[in-house]
């Protein structure tokens, strides 16, 4: 299965969101990281069939998704920043009636809503109005309805926002489960999410693509270049000037160890494995 993005532009006017992309999608998870605006959010929309690009087209398989309608529309499933519901529906209703717009039948559905409120831990509030559960119970339900055709491409925007540490650990878990035989597609601006469990990493920055691969090519690029060592604090405002620094840590004293990215490395100063942030950080400016 191939999904792949051809010559994709979005424009508002005077504003190009997303600026003649062109990504190949294989099963797998696949981070996009990018700072707000950066075009995730407008490009996610493009794909799920919501928004119709400016120019270029989508095709799954070879065959483009307008051409596919309702046939594509039964493979995905999309887990917006924010989705709708009716404040009065209980968790059961909602699931079941978004199953009935998909077109589930009724045994099967009745199946599937069991089998996600088990996995995301919600069936003990099933009978409870979403519009009365926590923020992190709300994202939950969200997962759920994405979930519910059990689709062979899953998209979903902010995905873990409104999780606790615990609830971000099993749903990450259960992304690398399903991804085996599905397209998964995260996009996030908090690198931790997909860290350990993207396959392929997109990195887009004012509509662009400005990285797309396998994650481990793409951070491996910068292997001999990630840096950390001991500077005073008062160095620190100077040295930002004339290196990447990723992070700080303060070791008291008046002293702290920074890590940099640098083709020429400060006296002192020990290599290190570089990380996704590492990559990120290097290669968005905007953040």
């Given amino acids: 299965m191939k999904l792949f993005v051809h010559n994709i532009s979005k424009k508002f006017k005077d504003l190009k969101a997303v600026d003649d992309v062109n990504i190949e999608f294989t099963p797998g998870i696949w981070g996009f990281l990018g700072p707000n605006g950066a075009g995730k959010t407008t490009l996610m929309r493009m794909m799920v069939g919501n928004m119709k690009p400016s120019k270029g087209k989508i095709m799954l398989d070879g ?4 051409e596919l309608g309702d046939a594509y529309l039964d493979k995905i499933g999309y887990l917006p ?3 709708g519901y009716d404040k009065n529906q209980s968790v059961e209703d909602f699931l079941n009636y ?3 717009l998909k077109g589930i039948d009724k045994k099967l559905r009745n199946e599937r809503i069991g089998e996600l409120l088990n996995q995301f831990n919600l069936s003990e509030v099933r009978q409870k109005n979403i519009d009365k559960l926590s923020g992190g119970m709300k994202r939950r339900v969200g997962i759920c309805q994405a979930m ?3 689709p062979e491409i899953l998209i ?10 615990e609830e971000r650990r ?8 399903i991804s085996k035989e599905k397209i998964v597609i995260l996009s996030t601006h908090i690198v931790s999410d997909i860290e350990f469990i993207a396959n392929y990493l997109v990195l887009m920055e ?13 951070i491996g690029t910068l292997g001999g270049n990630v840096f950390e060592t001991i500077v005073e604090e008062n160095d620190v405002v100077r040295l930002e000037n004339e290196y990447r620094i990723m992070n700080f840590r303060n070791e008291g004293g008046g002293r702290v160890t920074i890590r940099y990215v ?12 570089p990380s996704l942030n590492d990559f990120y950080l290097s290669k968005v400016k905007e953040v």
Avoid: W
């Fill in 98 to 100: 978004i199953g009935a």
């Fill in 206 to 218: 004012k509509g662009k693509v400005i990285a797309a691969g396998e994650s481990h090519s793409l």
């Fill in 170 to 177: 099993k749903f990450r878990q259960y992304l690398a489960k």
């Fill in 63 to 66: 065959v483009s998704i307008d």
């Fill in 81 to 83: 920043q924010q989705f």
């Fill in 156 to 165: 979903v925007d902010e995905p873990t926002a409104g999780l606790d540490i």
């Fill in 148 to 150: 519910l055709n059990n």
């Fill in 262 to 273: 640098a083709d020429t490395p400060l006296a002192d100063s020990k290599v290190v494995s």
